[in-house]
């Protein structure tokens, strides 16, 4: 009789069921195995996603709370827009951007230094070549604050924070020595022809293209 044809005993089908139930448990623990790794590694990843975000928050209330939204600061280097906005920051060129873009800024400045071309946009600061002033506020130290205009159209005027002061030079006076050397129908004042009952009325000019205190320049960025 074929040796393989022989009836399969008691003791043979046991031993064949319990390596079939060792098998199937020993896949059954290699399954579950791999689903525990997968299960922890997705909650890790989603552990770190967590913290990324509650760290980008707290650092985002961090910045709102030492740094608000609109305060302006001088910056030393070139200015990279993209580097500069994704560390909170955009340059003081005057430019518009929409007002959802960035809320928290227009909700601080409004329209203050402008509205943009189209509706729906705000101007930051335009401060390239120029210095800044505190608005008065009543203390009578900005004399011509009620005649200050917009910097840009839309923006605010007179003694608002946003407002436009050009150039000037306070009044006064100049010493003038005239040394006549005849008295009759003409003559000469420093060189120069006289005629009687003339007057002179200003001095030569002299001075560069401004009034101006020494200076450094510097780029002024706004926070976002």
Known sequence: MNPASRDVGPAQSRRATGKAVALGVGIGVALSAVEAFVWIRAESVRMEEIRARQTEALRGEIELRLVPAGTIVPYAGTPDADVLRRHG?????GRAYRTNEFRALFA?????????????EF????????????????AGKD???????????????????????????GRHTHPVSIGITEDAVGGQIRGGPYTKGGSVTETAAHGGNETRPKNAAVHYLIKI
């Open 89 to 93: 920051w955009l340059p003081c060129d």
């Open 108 to 120: 601080a400045i409004g329209n203050a230094w402008g509205t943009g071309e189209v509706g729906g």
């Open 123 to 138: 101007r930051v600061p335009d401060l390239r070549g120029v210095f800044l002033r505190g608005v008065d506020g009543g």
């Open 143 to 169: 004399p011509d604050g009620a005649t200050r205009t917009a910097i840009a159209p839309g923006g605010n005027t007179g003694d608002s924070v946003g407002s436009f002061q050009g150039d000037a030079v």
